[in-house]
């Protein structure tokens, strides 16, 4: 009876040592967590234009108001990754470079951040993003698609009034079949949108002044 027990014992021990040594050993997955990352378009040779824009907030479309990485493989098919994350909502990371974009730029007297109190502005620019994810087909492409639009500060009984509205897409390549190369495909593709955006801004406001 006691050298079963002692079996028993040494059995129970063994097994704990050995689960001990499997759970040391499994490798600790971390979550990488991703940007969109460019430096902003240049303008030249164009005159600065007297009025100020404020940027508000972008929404995001159902889908992809996450900071989850979103993927496709086939219509009407989505899924994201467990271990690979944007460090911040898409909507923000867009709303973050329209403004930055515009502000740098130079050709507008002043930009207002959204979050920024200010209210001396003329303009009011907004939207939403409607896609913002990787396309898994034969070539993966980084695919984002934005609608805009731009408001005119109302006096009195005018009230606000659409001056411009538009829908930008575009799809980027990714070099490789990864997250990073999707970042990458994505950051080439917000630029091209925020580089066409501004120039149609300063036709649209330099008709309207």
């Known amino acids: 009876m006691i050298s079963e027990k002692r079996i028993v014992i040494v059995l129970l021990i063994s097994f704990l040592f050995v689960s001990s040594c499997i759970t040391v050993k499994q490798p600790h997955l971390s979550i990488k967590k991703y940007v969109l990352e460019y430096e902003s378009p240049i303008f030249t040779q164009k005159d600065q234009l007297g009025c100020t ?68 502005f003329s ?10 994810y990787e396309k898994d087909e034969r070539n993966w492409s980084g695919v984002l698609s934005l609608s805009v639009n731009l408001v005119s500060e109302g006096d009195g009984e005018a009230g606000d009034k659409i001056i411009f509205q538009k829908h930008y897409t575009a799809a980027e390549k990714c070099d490789e079949k990864n997250p990073a190369a999707l970042a990458q495909a994505l950051s080439t593709a917000m630029k091209r949108v925020s580089e066409q955006l501004i120039e149609d801004l300063y036709i649209t406001l330099n008709n309207d002044q």
């Open 53 to 120: 824009i404020k940027i508000d907030s972008f929404s995001v479309a159902p889908a992809y108001n996450t900071n989850r990485i979103i993927y496709s493989k086939k219509p009407y098919e989505i899924n994201s990754y467990i271990y690979h994350k944007w460090n911040s909502n898409p909507g923000e990371m867009v709303t973050h470079l329209i403004g930055r974009d515009i502000r740098n730029s130079g050709l507008f007297k002043g930009v207002l951040l959204a979050g920024e109190r200010i209210k001396d």
């Open 123 to 132: 303009y009011r620019l907004g939207g939403t993003l409607e896609e913002f």
